[in-house]
């Protein structure tokens, strides 16, 4: 049978199989599917939208003996090709209607989600009832799926105290390429698909972990169940300025490792100007600061927020150097204000305070249009990161650095701009984002994700072949030197090295996990390098 053929007999037999309006060749259906953020893959032969865990299993099972591979996406805001297809005989599934609250159990203290359901959904129907998980999502949450975010790794909202998405997950549900519903950890004992002892992940091996970060090559979570904690209603955020990115990292270490922030971010100079002042401008403080207000525990706290950040304005966000912020939660004001002490003391020997504006914001609004997916003058936007030991932070730093005054003239011609973003995740690791700005067109994901009043008012930019294989470049150039200082990734999809940089006796298990989940390999070709 020819392409064409496969295809048309192909999408007969889901159309058959699962409810109408499930399965789309709707071309601009599948155009959109072949995007990230980033880059363009192949384009879908198919795009599937189940609204049941049962639909999906139908669906994967068809597609898979059908010869094709499959794909999943979920809030779709990742952008290392992921989710993006490397071939004409893919089909994605997009699992954004895959996405209801099953349970909210407050006796056993757990949640359990459709893959496809939002950060910020769960986050807004737990705090209806004072409840939180204690990584509550990345910044992207507003369009980041809980699936998503536990298939690739996540940090932010929460890390700090928390760590990443993968330690606030207690079970997961997987559909393997044959099909069938795999459950782990407490849940593996069931039988049946309905019962709900999703409570504890140690249950023998770590199973659950498997499929933390897996990039969807072993599998799609059709359902996730976290962990639930009492939400702290106290909140404290500071911000602290340095002179040096030394200063930032010591003050970021010594405080990481008192384990009592819930959240913490740290920016270099170009991009507190530049992403996070636009937002922070003051002609949008009065409306910041009413979300501040009326997400503020007492009216009391809500009108002093309000004040502190009319006083404060923007100036601080423009000095040159570095800034960290950090999100200190609490059950008593004295609880979160004991912490936030505890915290100064250890950042100012190594810098001093500056306003919080930016942190009061977050914690009010931690889930954000994802504005930030273009530079404030409409230049195109990708970020890599490196995760690193804290005693490699200031060498990756100086290296990185010495690498891009190498470039800095091809830079200039073709208005290739970088800004620095960094984490502390927990006590022991050191997140090190380079966000890489380009003036260039923008992509039908630009089109399909922001709001159509926002895309008209930020500049347009004609075509830049030259300036987007100059930021290629020295995309790759940065992997390489993460690679040489013993960085990790989350997020690898299929940008960053992984099976082939895993030593013989791990690349043998990997390679073995992936036969017996996925004999034909047909689960996201490519992803983790598999
Ligand atoms: C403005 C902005 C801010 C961001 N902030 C953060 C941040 O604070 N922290 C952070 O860590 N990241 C951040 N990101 C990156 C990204 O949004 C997150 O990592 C997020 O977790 C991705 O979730 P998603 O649902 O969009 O995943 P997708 O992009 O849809 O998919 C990610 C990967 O998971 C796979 N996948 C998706 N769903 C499933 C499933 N159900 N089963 C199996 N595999 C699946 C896909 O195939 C792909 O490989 C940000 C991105 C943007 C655009």
Redesign the pocket.
Known sequence: MNAIAQATSLQASLEAALPPGTVSSNESIREFAAH??YRRGATPILVIRPTSVADLQTAVRLVTSAGCNV?????????TD??VPTDDNTVSFD?AALNKIVAIDATNMTVTVE??CTWADLHSALAAQQLRTPFFG???GI???V???V??????HGSGRYGP?ADSVLSVDVVLANGALLRTGSAAFDQADDTQHAFFRHNGPDITGLFCG???AF????RVTLPLIKAPPYTEALSFHFDSFRALHAAMRDIAALGLDDENFGLDAALQQGQIARNAATKQQLGLAWQVFHRAPSVWQGLKSIVAIAVAGDRHLREPGYAVSYIVKGHSDKAARHNASSIRAAALPHGHEVPNTVPRVVASLPFAP?E??LGPNGERWVPIHGIVAHDQAVSFHDRFSALMATYEDRCQTHGVWTGAMFQAIGSSAFLYEIAFYWPDELQPYHAGTLDEAFLKRVPKHAPNAAAAALVDELKEKAIALYSEIGAVH??I?KAYPFAGRLSPPSNNLLQSIKTAVDPQRVM?PN?LGL
């Open positions: 990230d953020v794909v999943a996406r979920g809030g779709g805001a990742s952008y992921g989710y699992l893959a496809g990345p910044f992207s369009a980041a799926s699936g998503g975010s298939s690739q790794h996540a940090v932010s998405s897996d990039c969807g599998g799609i979570k059709a994802l930030n997916v989350m997020q999809g996201n992803a």
